[in-house]
């Protein structure tokens, strides 16, 4: 399967949807994943995780950080904060 079908493949499925399971953890706390189909991965591939969908804020979340931020660089950073934690 070519990056982009794969890609394609990722962003339709649902999100319990799997493509993997772990079934073991090493003794180094390394886990050992089996893909569903790996027929098209090759030795040495770089994997990455599908993409999720973006979380933005609410207006009420935007106006609380704002109320304790008066000074713009605290709001941004703030801001920036909160999206991080909602995205993770």
Known sequence: MKKRQMTDRLQGMAEDDSVAHVYRIEPNGRPCVAWDDASEIKVGAKLYAAPREWVGLTAYEI????????HWGNFACAIEAKLKEKNT
């Not at 106006?63 to 008066?70: A, K, L, M, R, V």
Request: proline residues 0%; negative net charge; glycine residues 12%.
């Open 63 to 70: 106006q609380e950080i704002y109320s304790g931020n008066q």
